[in-house]
């Protein structure tokens, strides 16, 4: 399967929401998305741009996880692509427990609350981070894309491809805080380099 998306800093969450709302956005997750990036200790995946995630999703009905690999990032006509493989379980710990006992480490924590769409064929999501700009994502074939971010109602301009990390760079640049994209960093404990964003 191939991930094509584009992300965006959102300027008003409640605003942006109702916008996709008001479009017939579905809502079809809102809730606490926890990612724990996985790598071996000499970070053979990262240098080949592979990604191995476990994201557990978390909310009033309960807990459900995916392991998922992600390719070597491309662009095309301006979109971030991604070949992407996953599967669900409802066991997030069976699945953390399998990815130690092969010896992978966890390279980056990642902790967000988010409300997940469905609109048109797109997929958005907004995220609010421990302490970072809130960020909208939109996946789907390129025309959903389209179709996705004239819904949400920001500047076209506002959406780019860039990585996670450059998001995070800049909010630091023009804030001069450190950023916490995990609880983890919240609380004083940077653990993690940036570039595993």
Not at 83 to 91: H, I, L, N, W, Y
């Amino acid at each position: 399967m191939r991930e094509v998306e584009l992300k965006a800093v959102v300027d008003s969450m409640g605003a942006r929401i109702a916008n996709v709302e008001r479009a017939g956005g579905r809502l079809v997750f809102r809730g606490r998305l926890e990612d724990c990036r996985y790598d071996t200790a000499e970070r053979q995946l990262r240098a080949r741009d592979d990604v191995l995630r476990l994201r557990v999703y978390r909310d009033d009905h309960g807990t459900r996880a995916e392991l998922g690999w992600k390719g070597p990032t491309q662009y095309e006509d301006g979109y971030k692509v991604r070949d992407e493989v996953g599967a669900r379980s409802p066991d997030a710990d069976a699945l953390r427990h399998i990815l130690e006992r092969l010896g992978f480490v966890i390279t980056r924590e990642i902790d967000r609350d988010i409300s997940q769409y469905e609109l048109d064929g797109a997929t958005v999501r907004f995220e609010r981070y421990p302490r970072m700009d809130d960020l909208v994502e939109v996946e789907g074939d390129p025309d959903a894309i389209e179709r996705a971010i004239a819904a949400i109602g920001l500047a076209r301009e506002a959406f780019t491809s860039d990585r996670l990390f450059d998001f995070v760079r800049r909010w630091q640049e023009r804030t001069g805080q450190s950023a916490a994209l995990c609880d983890r960093e919240l609380s004083g404990e940077h653990p993690y380099a940036l570039e595993d964003a």
